[in-house]
């Protein structure tokens, strides 16, 4: 046995010790079963189920209490003592997911208050943002108390000071007081779904300091298995992400020359057409000269689908200038913008939030990209400027 099957053996040894130890291990767990694990607007409805008086899980106003409770401890000025949420009648509360913009709202009408909250799990506040959204309710419920609420992995401040920060831990928290409470009987159905959210948190957005030092410490002693693992071991997120959207849109394939970052992809009929094959393949990914491109921005979680036409050979009789030009005229770009006699990019379409550790999510910027694009219908169009250009 050669000293880098020792290590990795070694290594399995000690990650299964380490799963049992925190609970990490390849148990059921019906939120990562639909993906859940840094979809935002799926945490934003379970948290607006449990928010909710009125849902039927069994556990009243008793979630909403603490929340509001632990949110009003946060700041030197609540609008709301600490006494008046103890006594407060919240039987009446609405609470709504997705309305007016709001990942979550709350509506307190005995108390003429309206909560706020901002929830993002893997992405971060958009520019002024928070100060948008504040503006928004004092237009829309200007006889209502407002309190924002920003929510994050970590609790970071947002840019506008009138929003209180708090962070995913204080969820974890909140849910396991309810899961140890004597005073609270919830059905097993209900008290399973809190058990498992509760161990997402845990495992995707809140890592404790006892879990940050075990991870430490068994990289420091298996650092040469572990090095193995992630130079032969990564799997592309956004190329599985392209397979997936592959499947729903069979007029595209995908071509070589990917990466990490980039998808290449080709409309199936363009290789149907023979003299369309013109393209410099040492410098361009595949015979025909255009191609479509998915390039996933990692700093800034942008997820972009580019047109572009690459070099065409010199000995092919194709006007590429006139090609570029039509296509231009198909998508509404200026005409005087230089052309590049190697990459001229047709058009970009991007989708911002997108959480690259997540596939759904990374699957449905593609298909909203897509979608942005035009679809199956411009792509046809696409195909017959390519036939004129070719059969003339």
Same mark, same amino acid.
């Given at each position: 046995?050669?000293?880098?099957?020792?290590?990795?053996?070694?290594?399995?040894?000690?990650?299964?010790? #380490?799963?049992?130890?925190?609970?990490?291990?390849?148990?059921? !767990?019906?939120?990562?079963?639909?993906?859940?694990?840094?979809?935002?607007?799926?945490?934003?409805?379970?948290?607006?189920?449990?928010? *909710?008086?009125?849902?039927?899980?069994?556990?009243?106003?008793?979630?909403?209490? *603490?929340?509001?409770?632990?949110?009003?401890?946060? =700041?030197?000025?609540?609008?709301?003592?600490?006494?008046?949420?103890?006594?407060?009648?919240?039987?009446?509360?609405?609470?709504?997911?997705?309305?007016?913009?709001?990942?979550? =709202?709350?509506?307190?009408?005995?108390? @003429?208050?309206?909560?706020?909250?901002?929830?993002?799990?893997?992405?971060?506040?958009?520019?002024?943002?928070?100060?948008?959204?504040?503006?928004?309710?004092?237009?829309?419920?200007?006889?209502? $108390?407002?309190?924002?609420?920003?929510? $994050?992995?970590?609790?970071?401040?947002?840019?506008?000071?009138?929003?209180?920060?708090?962070?995913?831990?204080?969820?974890?928290?909140?849910?396991?007081?309810?899961? /140890?409470?004597?005073?609270?009987?919830?059905?097993?159905?209900? *008290?399973?779904?809190?058990?498992?959210?509760?161990?997402?948190?845990?495992?995707?957005?809140?890592?404790?300091?006892?879990? &940050?030092?075990?991870?430490?410490?068994?990289?420091?002693? /298996?650092?040469?298995?572990?090095?193995?693992?992630?130079?032969?071991?990564?799997?592309?997120?956004?190329?599985?992400?392209?397979?997936?959207?592959?499947?729903?849109?069979?007029?595209?394939?995908?071509?070589?020359?990917?990466?990490?970052?980039?998808?290449?992809?080709?409309?199936?009929?363009?290789? !149907?057409?023979?003299?369309?094959?013109?393209?410099?393949?040492?410098?361009?990914?595949?015979?025909?000269?255009?191609?479509?491109? #998915?390039?996933?921005?990692?700093?800034?979680?942008?997820?972009?689908?580019?047109?572009?036409?690459?070099?065409?050979?010199?000995?092919?009789?194709?006007?590429?200038?006139?090609?570029?030009?039509?296509?231009?005229?198909?998508?509404?770009?200026?005409? *005087? @913008?230089?052309?590049? @006699?190697?990459?001229?990019?047709?058009?970009?379409?991007?989708?911002?939030?997108?959480?690259?550790?997540?596939?759904?999510?990374?699957?449905?910027?593609?298909?909203?990209?897509? !979608?942005?694009?035009?679809?199956?219908?411009?792509?046809?169009?696409?195909? $017959? &400027?390519?036939?004129?250009?070719?059969?003339?």
């Amino acid at each position: 046995m050669n000293s880098n099957e020792s290590s990795l053996l070694a290594l399995l040894d000690t990650v299964m010790l #380490f799963e049992q130890e925190h609970e990490l291990g390849e148990k059921f !767990n019906i939120f990562e079963a639909v993906g859940m694990a840094r979809q935002e607007i799926r945490h934003s409805r379970f948290l607006a189920f449990l928010l *909710n008086p009125l849902a039927p899980h069994g556990l009243g106003e008793y979630f909403l209490r *603490n929340f509001l409770d632990h949110v009003m401890k946060q =700041t030197d000025s609540p609008v709301m003592s600490r006494l008046d949420v103890m006594l407060a009648d919240l039987n009446m509360a609405e609470v709504y997911s997705e309305r007016d913009h709001f990942d979550i =709202t709350v509506w307190l009408p005995k108390q @003429k208050l309206l909560m706020v909250i901002e929830n993002k799990v893997g992405a971060s506040e958009s520019d002024g943002q928070l100060l948008r959204y504040r503006e928004l309710v004092k237009q829309q419920y200007p006889e209502e $108390t407002f309190c924002g609420v920003f929510l $994050t992995a970590d609790g970071y401040d947002g840019e506008d000071p009138s929003w209180i920060s708090i962070g995913y831990a204080a969820i974890y928290d909140q849910l396991q007081k309810l899961l /140890h409470d004597p005073l609270i009987s919830v059905n097993t159905d209900i *008290n399973l779904a809190i058990k498992h959210y509760s161990l997402l948190i845990r495992k995707y957005i809140v890592i404790d300091e006892k879990l &940050i030092d075990a991870c430490r410490s068994i990289y420091a002693k /298996h650092r040469a298995a572990l090095d193995l693992i992630i130079e032969h071991g990564q799997i592309s997120l956004l190329r599985e992400a392209a397979e997936r959207f592959l499947a729903d849109t069979p007029e595209l394939e995908m071509t070589g020359g990917g990466s990490n970052q980039r998808i290449i992809i080709v409309g199936k009929e363009w290789k !149907n057409i023979t003299e369309f094959q013109v393209a410099n393949t040492s410098q361009w990914t595949s015979e025909s000269p255009l191609a479509l491109w #998915f390039y996933l921005d990692e700093k800034r979680s942008i997820l972009s689908l580019i047109l572009e036409v690459g070099p065409v050979r010199e000995d092919a009789e194709f006007d590429r200038e006139a090609f570029i030009s039509q296509l231009r005229n198909e998508f509404g770009v200026r005409e *005087n @913008k230089a052309i590049s @006699k190697i990459y001229t990019r047709i058009k970009r379409y991007n989708k911002p939030d997108v959480d690259q550790y997540d596939i759904e999510s990374i699957t449905d910027a593609m298909k909203r990209l897509w !979608n942005d694009f035009g679809r199956g219908d411009k792509l046809r169009r696409i195909d $017959t &400027i390519i036939k004129d250009f070719s059969n003339f």
